[in-house]
């Protein structure tokens, strides 16, 4: 195929972008293939893995990106160590990138494999979720059965999204278990002083 000019971009939002990216995309980064999960692309993000610093420092070059009339925006992009923690960082283009941490699925991946802050990261969206209802759900007047709706189609989803994906453990199902108890309590307006026990309030 021989080799043509493009002078005029392509508006944002045209039919032809995505293909458009995707091939510039397969052709930056024909080199750089390599069996997953080494190399990943999505959409218009590029995940590249390498046991070595220097290595990955070399793929994501910014000269590679100039070749083709890109750059590479070293605000957007880190990096996470999956091993023990060493110094320093990896640079491109006199730039540092940041160690990061990343999220998927409502899943927080840390680099040690932690499930305690990943646990934490499922608590806090549903308690997020939670305190923008608080209005209905603490409200004395309001049915059971709206409190009940509410709670089903609002807060749960927010709680499980993803969950097909997550390593459970012990204290992750117990972490989830306090905060489901202490939302019901708070709906039906129970303190320890009405003696009222977790089979009761899941009746």
Known sequence: MLPFAINVGVHQGSALYPLLF?????????????????????????????????????????NRLCKYGLHLGTKKTGYMECSLQTGGTIYVGGADLKKVQFKYLGSVIYSDDESLPTARAHINAPCTKWHQVTGVMCNHRMPLRLKSK????????????????WPVTAKHEQALHIMEMRMLHWSLRLTRLNHATNEDVCR
Do not use: R
């Open 22 to 62: 995707i091939l510039c995309m397969d052709t930056i980064s024909a080199d750089l293939h390599s069996p997953h999960p080494w190399s990943l692309l999505f959409a218009n993000d590029v995940f590249l893995a390498n046991e070595q610093h220097a290595e990955l420092e070399e793929e994501t070059q910014k």
């Open 150 to 165: 509410i709670y089903k189609t609002v807060v749960c989803p927010v709680a499980l999204y993803g969950s097909e994906s």
